[in-house]
């Protein structure tokens, strides 16, 4: 019985088509046998010289240690709340404005200082240096507000400790940039 799909294919053209599936499938066992080699060499390394009973002690104590971690962990993060819990009533911020308080002195040697916590609550101590003596006046501030009028240069103290944190960032931003541009003129010359 003669195949009609075969009665017009040349035999030498089947032979071709066959010989290079024959080649790409050799290939194909030749890669899978070298992938296999190299995982039983890598299980081989792993498994040298350990029992199972071994390398499940190995992972255990890895484990262990894992585990061991987690727990300090958590004991820093509940450590740190409690810091921070701690340090909310504690004077954070802080604004000092030095000034002549009397026109025939010199030096600046009156200053206004303003201690201020998390929450904007502390006080304005006013020092205020003269001939005769130094007269000190402290005043209470809640949520950066005084009940009592605040001199200029006690404002402008309350205003430093108030926005302290600003006035750092910017002054560290612009040093920043002025260190760059420095490095910058110096690559160029």
Excluded: W
């Excluded at 019985?1 to 080649?23: C, H, Q, R, T, Y």
């Excluded at 909310?88 to 000092?96: T, Y």
């Excluded at 200082?113 to 006013?126: P, Q, R, S, V, Y």
């Excluded at 507000?145 to 302290?164: G, H, P």
Aim: hydrophobic share 35%; net charge positive.
């Amino acid at each position: 019985m003669e195949s009609k799909i075969f009665k017009n294919v040349d035999p030498g053209i089947l032979f071709i088509i066959l010989a290079v599936v024959l080649l790409g499938v050799i290939f194909y066992l030749v890669k899978l046998q070298m992938n296999y080699n190299r995982l039983k060499n890598s299980y081989s390394t792993f498994m040298k010289d350990k029992d199972g009973k071994s390398l499940e002690e190995s992972f255990k104590s890895k484990f262990e240690e894992v585990d061991t971690i987690v727990r300090a962990v958590k004991q820093n993060r509940q450590d740190i709340r409690n810091l921070s819990g701690k340090n909310a009533n504690n004077f954070q911020k802080s604004g000092i404005v030095k000034y002549d308080a009397f026109n025939e002195m010199g030096g600046k040697l009156s200053f206004a200082l303003a201690m201020l916590d998390e929450k904007d609550n502390g006080f304005i101590m006013n020092v205020m240096h003269s001939r005769e003596g130094c007269y000190t006046y402290i005043k209470e501030i809640v949520k950066g507000r005084s009940y009592v009028e605040l001199a200029e240069e006690e404002a402008e103290a309350l205003d430093k400790a108030i926005f302290s944190v600003n006035f750092k960032v910017k002054e560290t931003d612009e040093k920043d940039k002025k260190d760059k541009k420095e490095k910058k003129e110096k690559k160029d010359k």
